[in-house]
């Protein structure tokens, strides 16, 4: 069993950090994506690993931002296991 990580409260010493807008943009929403189905999507900044792009059919570069998309759907086949990869252009055309 995992065990939660504790959060690491700033000591009164550090200076404050401001909000980084851009981390909010990793707020999952929900949005119609191929085929008219719903889907719950994910800005994220991009890791170490390459992806293969559903929409295009080439690779997400490492470090590369993209959206992550799933269907919203877990009692019909979807959910976690179903989430793929995307160009953010290929996202929005699809």
Known sequence: MARARRGRKRPYADPYVPLDPDRLGSVPRHE??????????????????AYRCPGC????????????????EPLLGGGLEDRRHWHTACWRRA
């Open 32 to 49: 119609t994506g191929p085929g008219g189905e719903s889907y719950t999507v994910r800005q994220v900044r991009g890791g170490e690993k």
């Open 57 to 72: 059919h080439q690779l997400v570069p490492p470090h590369t931002p993209h959206v992550v998309a799933w269907p919203d």
